[in-house]
């Protein structure tokens, strides 16, 4: 099955930080990553225009910052979106 097409910017992206629940533009969330705490993750997505859930593989793998994506990033096999960190 496919992911539809979807507008990055219209996605706003659920983190689950462990000072609750915050939610920001992906866009956002691609430029900056998850700082100095390396191991937040994505939690829930939604489209910003309808408020419709959306489900997390319309995040591109590389900006997921999964324990998978992660591990490829270390492995080489994806490019590290956030090398600063």
Known sequence: ?????????????????NFGKLEVPLTEWIAKGPGPRKFLELCAARSGSTGEPLPLDVVPLIYRNTEESRRLIAEGKLENPWPER
């Open 1 to 17: 099955m496919s992911t539809p097409e979807v507008d990055l910017e219209d996605i706003l992206v659920t983190i689950d930080h």
